[in-house]
């Protein structure tokens, strides 16, 4: 397994899987200097911990980072900075029938079809439990970037999108779901009650927004900015979908409608609109950066669904232990982490182009 990095001058690679003794990240290409310890990360590792309301995993984590290099007397020095956090609450029991049969919608076949063998316990590399790793090394990110504010909710859940005229950035952490819709959040909580207790699941839509971005950051054609925002939306747990701005929307819109006018301002022009999301030619514009993914339905559910087994076998499978009945709610800490790491990358790459 040959790519677990991600980055160019500002890099990351994660490490360990869902069930063994721990998990981390290594990032390199941070500037030395930057005030860092376990205090300015453990926050939004909080935010994407598992088992804080009942509409997420019950796997009790309380997914402690500790930094073990590339940390002196409080401050970067410029060399690698190794991430790790324990597991402590594995139960590994629970995928017994997992390792005789294929779970549908998971990558155990995928897995073993490529390598001719796989991690059964919690899917291993593949488990969403390797995101944490990326929520850390997102919190380095975000020191480098310190003139960007980031924040990620959901839009939609089970089909029922928020009422964008009641959006409320205050209500995003008043309730489990990182929504910003009150009214909205009553309906999705009925919504997921119903499919956990059928054994069942819903998917999400998450929308990632970047504001102080400014004009500049990115590349023509093959380091495009939104092409690396794609990749690492695409690169998280369940993302079956991209959009950045508008996305699939503006293919309805006519030309007049999709561009984004403007008009002189005292720092340059001012845009009317933002139907592409920051993003032109791959470089971003000085608006904010929007970004949202659409995360399946959890794949782990307690309805019977067909499958074979290892050995070609037909037969049913149940996946039982702990599991998030939406991953979309968990994601969208991962997100704004993804968000981070894109935009460290990107201006320590522009900097290194124009000086």
């Not at 690679?13 to 310890?37: F, K, N, R």
């Not at 590339?70 to 594995?90: C, H, K, M, S």
């Not at 000085?286 to 067909?306: C, D, F, M, N, Y």
């Not at 499978?317 to 990358?345: F, N, S």
């Amino acid at each position: 397994m040959s790519f677990n990095s991600f980055g160019r001058v500002f890099r990351f690679s994660t490490w360990g899987e869902s069930h063994g003794p721990a998990i981390g990240a290594v990032v390199d290409g941070c500037p030395p200097g930057l005030t860092l310890s376990e205090a300015d990360l453990q926050p939004w590792l909080d935010k994407r911990r598992p088992g804080q309301s009942r509409f997420t995993t019950q796997r009790r984590e309380p997914d402690e980072v500790r930094i073990l290099s590339g940390v002196f007397e409080g401050r970067t020095t410029g060399t690698p900075i190794a991430l790790q956090i324990e597991n402590v609450d594995q139960r590994s029991k629970d995928y017994s029938e997992v390792a005789a049969k294929y779970r549908p919608g998971h990558a155990d076949y995928a897995y073993d079809a490529k390598y001719g063998f796989r991690d059964p316990r919690g899917g291993g590399r593949s488990s969403a439990r390797e995101t944490a790793s990326r929520v850390a090394a997102g919190g380095v990110a975000r020191l480098v970037i310190p003139e960007v504010r980031i924040r990620a909710y959901l839009v939609e859940l089970g089909g029922i999108a928020i009422d964008r005229n009641r959006f409320d950035d205050a209500e995003i952490d008043n309730n489990p779901f990182f929504c910003p819709d009150a009214i909205v959040a009553a309906e999705w909580e009925a919504a997921l009650d119903a499919a956990r207790k059928s054994g069942s699941s819903l998917g999400a839509v998450v929308e990632c927004v970047a504001s102080g971005v400014p004009a500049g950051w990115g590349a023509p054609l093959y380091a495009k900015l939104d092409g690396e925002l794609a990749a690492a939306m695409m690169s998280i747990n369940a993302v079956k979908g991209v959009e950045i701005g508008d996305g699939f929307g503006a293919a309805r819109l006519r030309g007049e409608e999709n561009a984004d006018p403007m008009c002189p301002g005292a720092n340059g022009p001012t845009f009317l609109s933002n139907h592409a999301g920051g993003v032109a030619g791959g470089i971003s514009t000085g608006q904010e950066v929007v970004v949202r993914i659409a995360l399946k339905p959890t794949s782990s559910i307690l309805t019977p669904v067909e499958t074979v087994t290892r050995e070609g076998q037909a037969t049913e499978i149940v996946t039982k232990g702990r599991h998030d009945p939406c991953v979309g709610i968990r994601a969208a800490p991962v997100a704004e982490a993804m968000m981070a790491l894109v935009l460290a990358d990107q201006k320590l790459l522009h900097r290194a182009q124009i000086g």
